[in-house]
């Protein structure tokens, strides 16, 4: 088994999973042509011209780093991902079906669930056995159990940012030949890439059933989290993530407005993060316009992981809890409605039995 990662990188980069490859360089006064190929076998040229005082960065489309090497240019990246000189151009789309020879392989899209071990489903961990190829973000690949890495012939992790270069990095590994499993935390249909992976696996002119496309689901952070409270969830229930990356933050506005006025309970992911203070001071701001303050939120950190944290807090605590180790981009966020209470050290959102029957 080896694992890759964005930081190595070279002029000629070795295919690993049979399909053609070419790399070469050619240099110029004022300009550096260089091939590279992605561990999935599909070549990218990128152009750029040098100057005295910018490095050039060449970028694999398939998301696997590579530069060329000259007196007056070097290979950058952001945030441990391939990038261009255009920021526009980082998460471009390259090779088509067409420029796979191979009979493909299989894609599927794994959920890890909580973090541990243990909170893996059978059918996931099955899965993981069978791939030949893993791809996903570091700090999920490293939650992998022993025995699957120890399996599987390639791994390809990559740090965070770059989800449509890895993405697209399993999908050409696959049209390629390899059977491959990209994974990730939770479940794949929850703020995650099973999604994405369809996407871009229509836009290369391929399709699903070429790939015998399948994902195993697994338990989302809503679930898991909920579980080390109690029984917030269990009636009409509502996610909604704080990450105006992908969603512009007046959307996001208008769902928790919408959400907290109608009674749900809520679920919030991805709550603060030092570039997010301003969200999650509104979130608390629109909570408590619609909920009483003492409405209870369960607060669960790093759930299923070494670090894990769990408390139990009134709405109206929230607000200061944003400068504090407890609420970070791992923290899940779940808030009760008007009848849900807390009961030896448990949340309970009763789902309406007391309505019907005595007990």
Known sequence: MSTDNTTDASTETESKCGASEAGSASESASEVETDTTSKCGASASSSTETSPDTGDDTASKCGASSSSESSSSSSSSSCGASSSSESDEEEEVGATVDDFDAEPGQLIAVGLGPGQPEGMTARARSALLDAEHIVGYTTYVELLPDEVTEEAEDIYNTPMCGEVSRTEE??????????????????????????????????????????????????????????????????????????????????????????????????????????????????????????????????????????????????????????????????????????????????????????????
């Open 170 to 359: 399993a999908i050409d590994r696959a049209l390629a030949g390899n059977d491959v499993a990209i994974i990730g935390s939770g479940d794949p249909n929850v703020y995650a890439l099973a999604g994405l992976a369809l996407e871009i696996i229509e836009s290369k002119g391929a399709t699903a059933t070429m790939l015998d496309f399948d994902v195993v689901p697994g338990v989302p952070a809503a679930q898991s989290c909920a579980a080390r409270v109690g029984a917030p969830l269990v009636n009409d229930t509502v996610s909604i993530s704080l990450s105006d990356h992908l969603t512009d933050m007046p959307t996001i506005e208008s769902r928790l407005h919408a959400a907290a006025k109608e009674g749900f309970t809520i679920t919030i992911y991805n709550p603060w993060s030092r570039k997010r203070r301003d969200n999650y001071e509104k979130c608390c701001e629109i909570l408590l316009e619609h909920r009483n303050p003492e409405t209870p939120v369960g607060v669960v950190h790093a759930a299923g992981r070494e670090d894990e944290q769990v408390e139990i807090v009134e709405l109206g605590e929230l607000p200061e809890l944003g400068e504090t180790d407890l609420v970070d981009m791992t923290t899940t966020l779940l808030v009760g409605n008007e009848d849900t209470y807390v009961w030896d050290d448990r949340m309970v959102t009763p789902r309406g039995y007391e309505t019907k029957y005595d007990y």
